[in-house]
């Protein structure tokens, strides 16, 4: 019953926070549809597909850390869509970030091997190391092209107030239905993920292929990390801290995790987003926003687990 009661003042909350977003300072039409309305769905868009494979990735791995992030993903997606970005091509940033974030996932996955087989320890210590080798490539670009520093900074710390084109939002909403249709699978996978998450052995004894379901979800989830890279740039702490906070209310069952996590992440985004645009005069970067909660949450949480 107490469960149920902090779902219902959830989904109220959500409520109240989509509704400010869009209303807040009662803008006229056109500031709505072009600029709001996009901020709006590249923000849920974003906390969706963090939350919702940060979920999928500490059930998977067995580990609370678990993340894009951490995993290296997100550094190899910025470092694609930034090369993209800097060659002047930025319709093509977002393909920059899929080819990015697919070239770690395959360098990561290589690495977490050994002799065959497949190690989850490995796996971490290569995406942290994936994840420092292309913060420093990164850090070089931003010193050899000064001139582009908002660009690269834009997508280290996160920047969700895109202006979009009439093409380019085409674009922008065709890859966000491919990525909906992945996690839609993931959501599918769910049982299946749930069970490999208690051992391998286990899973295999029970008819399920681990290594080609591994690694199809670690394939599919590069995509749409990589889309929401390229578009929202690296956010950190919502794919780490979400679904903690998720677990702590609904403590079983990953389907019911998954789907809460997808939604409670865009609606934590967006309130961070709203901070992020309002706490001081001059707009600050998101990702700023979520690691200034996410630190001392992820604190809180480690004392009482």
């Not at 993340?67 to 997100?74: Q, R, W």
């Not at 710390?157 to 966000?176: P, T």
């Not at 491919?178 to 008819?207: K, N, P």
Request: glycine share 12%; with cysteine; proline share 3%.
């Amino acid at each position: 019953m107490k469960r149920q009661a902090l779902f219902l003042l959830w989904l109220l909350l959500s409520v109240a926070i989509v509704m400010l977003y869009l209303g807040l300072g009662t803008p006229d039409g056109n500031i709505l549809l072009q600029v709001r309305l996009p901020r709006l769905v590249l923000t849920l868009f974003a906390g969706m597909v963090l939350a919702g494979i940060g979920s999928i990735y500490q059930l998977m791995l067995a580990n609370p850390l678990a993340e894009p992030y951490i995993l290296g993903i997100s550094s190899g997606s910025a470092l694609g869509s930034i090369l993209a970005g800097l060659s002047g091509f930025i319709l093509l940033m977002p393909l920059g970030g899929f080819l990015g974030a697919g070239l770690t996932m395959l360098l990561v996955w290589h690495l977490a091997h050994q002799n065959g087989r497949f190690d989850k320890s490995r796996l971490l210590i290569a995406g942290v190391i994936a994840g420092m080798f292309f913060a420093a490539c990164i850090s070089l670009l931003m010193y050899l092209h000064q001139q582009d520093t908002a660009l690269i900074l834009g997508t280290l710390m996160g920047n969700l107030g895109r202006i979009f084109g009439q093409g380019e939002w085409y674009l922008f909403l065709f890859l966000v239905g491919l990525s909906l249709a992945i996690l839609a699978y993931l959501f599918y996978c769910s049982h299946a993920i749930e069970i490999m998450g208690t051992g391998d052995l286990y899973a295999s004894s029970l008819g399920i292929d681990v290594v080609q379901l591994r690694r199809r979800i670690f394939i599919l989830s590069s995509i749409v990390i990589g889309i929401c890279v390229s578009y929202a740039g690296i956010i950190g702490f919502t794919g780490l801290i979400v679904p903690h906070l998720v677990r702590f209310i609904f403590p079983s069952g990953q389907k019911k995790i998954y789907l809460v996590s997808l939604w409670s992440g865009g609606v934590f985004l967006l309130a961070c987003d709203l901070l992020a645009k309002h706490l001081l005069t001059l707009e600050l970067p998101v990702g700023v926003i979520t690691a200034f909660i996410g630190c001392p949450v992820f604190v809180l949480l480690l004392r009482k687990s």
